[in-house]
Nanobody, 122 residues
Framework: QVQLAESGGGLVHPGGSLTLSCAAS????????MGWYRQTPGEERELVAA???????NYADSVMGRFTVSRDNSKNTVTLQMNSLKPEDTAVYYC????????????????WGQGTQVTVSS
């Protein structure tokens, strides 16, 4: 019914840049919030950035000024541009969509992508 597909992960050196993309597909009429979480072994999943349907953004303090989240006009894709990457940014990054509705109303819960690995290392 609703699927999220991520792309763009990989290995980069400290100080480098990487861009992650996510596309939502399925029976979708609208999405209130799209964004990105990340998770490292032994840690809880952490909100990285979010973008609401009306254009508001929110960033984790640790990525403020380095990462930029955006959505296209259709509101069913989201992109995370990551600059000045640090080893501490190494994690599996997950795209998410919350407040998704289709022709019959809102879907229950949030939707998640499969995750894409980002590794920052020399």
């Amino acid at each position: 019914q609703v699927q999220l597909a991520e792309s763009g992960g990989g290995l980069v050196h400290p100080g480098g840049s990487l861009t992650l993309s996510c596309a939502a597909s399925g029976s979708i009429s609208g999405i209130n919030v799209m964004g990105w979480y990340r998770q490292t072994p032994g840690e809880e999943r952490e909100l990285v950035a979010a973008f609401t349907r009306t254009g508001s953004t929110n960033y984790a303090d640790s990525v403020m000024g380095r990462f930029t989240v955006s959505r296209d006009n259709s509101k069913n894709t989201v992109t995370l541009q990551m600059n000045s990457l640090k080893p501490e940014d190494t994690a599996v990054y997950y795209c998410y969509a919350a407040g998704v509705w289709g022709p019959d109303g809102y879907y229950t819960g949030a939707f998640w992508g499969q995750g894409t690995q980002v590794t920052v290392s020399s």
